[in-house]
């Protein structure tokens, strides 16, 4: 049975720190992950899409890192911003037409 | 903007009431899907579809009925509204299964 953890639950780092948010599933027969940021009172917005194939994606200051080996997902965001503040959701393909969430990191970036 | 619409984006039910969320989407995707997102449980799929006409029961369907007349609509429907059912909904779209996916602003119900 897949599990999907997100270690820190919660995570406060002054404006500029440089960060890793941490995503470990336990069945690693995944095809892909992707990492969602979910801002207050609104829906989720997609960040990144790592293939099984693929060990890294990057978009402007976030890069995540997949090895399905270990289990283990990353995301790493550079020089935060108060913009930044929000909670980061990792998800995998559970069977066809869906996605195992796990319960997130809500991160707060202090000016 | 293209995107995901959601109505409404708050309600407040009795309990054994009816109602239907209604979600938009005007990217032409072909999947669209229905969550939940309760506290400590993360978001589980209620229901989806593969395209217009038809529907498939997600993870957490019971209490719960869709519909897909029209490519761009995917209807969520409580027949008899029970507290258990509180929760924020989520509707999702994506071109395929499991990729790119576009989620709505979220409808937040109470169930009283």
């Known amino acids: 049975k897949q599990e999907v953890t997100q270690i820190p639950a919660a995570l406060s780092v002054p404006e500029g720190e440089n960060l890793v948010l941490n995503c470990s599933f336990t069945?690693?027969?995944?095809?892909?992950l992707q990492w969602f940021r979910q801002d207050p009172g609104k829906g989720l917005t997609s960040l990144l899409l790592?293939?099984?194939?693929?060990r890294e994606q990057t978009s402007g200051r976030l890069n995540a890192s997949l090895d399905k080996s270990s289990g283990r997902s990353t995301l790493y965001i550079a020089a935060s911003q108060p913009g930044d503040s929000a909670t980061y959701l990792c998800?995998?393909?559970?069977?066809?037409?869906?996605?195992?969430f796990g319960t997130g990191t809500r991160l707060t970036v202090i000016p | 903007n293209a995107g995901v619409t959601q109505t409404p984006k708050f309600r407040v039910l009795k309990t054994g009431q009816s109602m239907t969320l209604l979600c938009a989407q005007d990217m032409n995707h072909e999947y669209m899907y229905w969550y939940r997102q309760d506290p400590g449980m993360g978001l589980r799929l209620i229901h989806y579809?593969?395209?217009?006409?038809?529907?498939a029961k997600g993870e957490v369907p019971d209490g719960y009925n869709v519909s897909r007349l029209k490519k761009q609509n995917f209807l969520l429907g409580l027949e008899s509204a029970a507290p258990s059912q509180t929760s924020v909904y989520f509707c999702?779209?994506?071109?395929?299964?499991?990729?790119?996916?576009?989620f709505g602003s979220g409808t937040r119900l109470t169930v009283v």
């Open positions: 579809s593969v395209g217009e006409g038809t529907t």
């Open positions: 998800a995998v393909p559970r069977g066809a037409n869906n996605l195992f």
């Open positions: 790592i293939q099984s194939s693929q």
């Open positions: 069945d690693s027969a995944i095809y892909n």
């Open positions: 999702a779209s994506s071109h395929r299964d499991n990729y790119g996916y576009t």
